[in-house]
């Protein structure tokens, strides 16, 4: 393994575990302690001592290139008293105190592990409705959002992570609008994101331009009605300001669920590309498609194809081991998790496969591959499925699944997911060739980073060893490209490379949208075709000076194009932006 300055000081924070000498191990003996627990569970399906050493080395392998690497909660996890190995929860959210609290602590023994939790308050009475034991009123969702928001900021995560949480609330619920104006002050509720459950009813309303019913979830009756078209432009209005709620088109993530014969899906994962049932799981890992790229940079470039399918395949294995040998918090848990047995197969790197391609992240060319190249993943995970259900068994549930219908048999129930993969990529990234997190593009190029007072020049590995191979680097042309946040317009950049080395920034709304899109796949795919079995994580950038109507326009493309939802970010719309362009820090 080859790793940045960076990963190495993150992994030594916070991954690297104390061995029983009292030392700490070494990166290299992190990658053989989760090989060897992932790999035992082969033991279970009748492998000889030989052939689990065998598989054993695959899965380092995997690793040690930096071709693959699971969520984070396996490598703090994986032999350890927790053992805790998912990133991914959902919880439900019952409408009465006691389980309320309940739910409540069970997220606090989630956030323990490392693993993040996701609420629908949906179920909940709303504010003002009336509590027949206590002859008092309810206090409705939002209250109980900050009590859960209160409870996170308490704890830390396992010493590994602080808790993320996402809230969402269907749109009908009478609530909506306290809800969407709920995190307006950027300074509350910080260890949620959250996000509107949108219907198909309420799109059909906002076409129309007609009024929706607004449903009080204890009796079911409808409490009143509302402008679908006023609540979206609230929605839209609040995205714009703070970046907050995002929306999921919650029909749309139901019937597109392959599992959706056994479980209503309410709610998503923190970071929303794992929409789950109550009290399911998912673990998630991500292919490195930057290693994937035959003859890179020159007019011969080409997708390895073959060996990314190997990889996708001994990768879907190890998914399928971390289920079986994952230490579940509540039974719960467990149960859902050993009878679903879903896992996200993901990937990250893509602005890197695209840089060596040639392709400039918004184009023709880059947004027909992306789907190519998640349609060719999900096809090679599919296969390994089918391959480990012949000798393991399918999934629990699989009968009436959408697989069961198509005649696949099939070990998973949903097999891919797009994570944000925001510090595995840390770690699939080196000196010379980086990682980008999920499909996102490079955020910048060039940053300056104070040091000791002096001002140094931070420059993408790439764009770095192309510039010096064509002989134009220079630290003056380098702080050029830092002060414009881009290398687009900067002319001592060749102009072939000023369009490749396209910047969040660089990209409009509409390509991001659709880039996402291509990853996800539309509405109507049959079950082995949509490339993404879950959902897809992507934040729509913005300039600062885009309008209100720039981000409706937007969240309209993400219902045409069949997104399962949307986040937007608009350049400094949040005091406390993590990265930055341009300006000096
Ligand atoms: O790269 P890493 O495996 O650490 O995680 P990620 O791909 O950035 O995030 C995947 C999922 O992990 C998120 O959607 C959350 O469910 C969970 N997560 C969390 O609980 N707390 C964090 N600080 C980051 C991620």
């Not at 109507?549 to 937007?554: L, T």
């Amino acid at each position: 393994m080859e790793l940045t300055h960076i990963a190495k000081t993150v992994m030594e924070k916070r991954y690297l575990r104390m061995k029983e000498d009292g030392t700490r191990e070494t990166p290299d003996e992190m990658l053989r302690r989760v090989a060897r627990v992932i790999a035992a569970v082969e033991e279970k399906y009748g492998a000889s001592k030989k052939e689990i050493r065998a598989v054993e080395e695959r899965f380092y392998q995997l690793m040690d290139r930096q071709d693959f690497m699971p969520n984070s909660p396996t490598f703090t996890g994986a032999g350890t008293a927790l053992g805790q190995l998912s990133a991914c929860f959902v919880l439900p959210v019952g409408d009465s105190l006691p389980e309320i609290y309940e739910t409540m602590k069970q997220a606090a023994l989630i956030h323990q592990t490392g693993g993040g939790t996701g609420f629908a308050f949906s179920r909940l009475r709303p504010a003002g409705d009336v509590v027949r034991s206590s002859q008092g009123v309810a206090s409705g969702p939002v209250s109980f959002l900050r009590v859960y928001n209160a409870s996170t900021e308490a704890i830390k995560q396992g010493g590994t992570r602080r808790g993320a949480n996402m809230g969402i609330l269907r749109v009908d619920h009478p609530d909506i609008l306290q809800f969407i104006e709920s995190k307006a002050d950027i300074t509350q509720i910080t260890n949620f994101n959250i996000s509107v459950a949108i219907t198909d009813a309420f799109m059909e309303a906002l076409e129309k331009g007609t009024e929706y019913e607004l449903i009080n979830p204890r009796n079911g009756e409808v409490t009143g009605k509302l402008s679908a078209k006023l609540v979206w432009d609230k929605l839209v209005e609040n995205a714009w300001k703070t970046g907050e709620p995002g929306i999921v088109f919650i029909d749309r993530i139901n019937r597109r669920n392959p599992n959706n014969h056994v479980e209503v899906i309410e709610a998503t994962n923190p970071c929303g590309e794992q929409p789950l049932p109550p009290y399911g799981s998912c673990n998630l890992g991500s292919i490195n498609l930057a290693n994937f790229v035959k003859n890179p940079y020159t007019d011969r470039a080409e997708v390895d194809w073959e060996r990314l399918g190997e990889v996708a395949r001994t990768a879907t294995r190890f998914l399928d081991n971390v289920i079986d040998a994952n230490k579940y918090p509540l039974p719960q848990i467990a149960e859902k998790a050993l009878r679903d047995r879903r896992i996200g197969l993901g990937i990250m790197g893509w602005a890197e496969m695209l840089v060596q391609m040639g392709l400039p992240y918004d184009s023709e060319e880059a947004v027909a591959l992306g789907n190519r190249v998640m349609t060719f993943i999900k096809q090679k995970a599919l296969e390994e499925s089918m391959a480990l259900a012949e000798v393991r068994g399918p999934y629990p549930e699989w009968e009436g699944s959408q697989w069961h219908k198509a005649g696949l048999k099939v070990r998973n129930a949903t097999l891919t997911t797009v994570a944000p993969t925001g510090t595995i990529s840390l770690f699939a990234a080196r000196p010379d060739l980086p990682c980008s997190g999920g499909i996102e593009p490079k955020f910048a190029l060039v940053f300056t980073r104070n040091q000791a007072g002096a001002l140094m020049l931070d420059v993408d590995g790439q764009f770095a060893s192309i510039a010096r191979r064509e002989g134009w680097y220079s630290d003056e042309l380098m702080q050029q490209v830092a002060d414009r946040g881009t290398a687009r317009g900067v002319s001592g950049v060749p102009e072939k490379w000023q369009r490749i080395f396209a910047t969040s920034h660089d990209i409009t709304p509409e390509w991001h949208v659709r880039m996402q899109a291509a990853f996800q796949g539309g509405d109507g795919l049959p079950v082995d075709q949509q490339p993404v079995d879950a959902a897809v994580s992507k934040t729509i950038n913005f300039p600062h000076h885009a309008t209100v109507e720039d981000v409706g326009k937007s969240y309209a493309l993400a219902w045409q194009l069949g997104l399962k939802g949307i986040t937007v970010y608009r350049d400094g719309s949040r005091a406390s932006q993590v990265l930055t362009t341009g300006d000096k820090t």
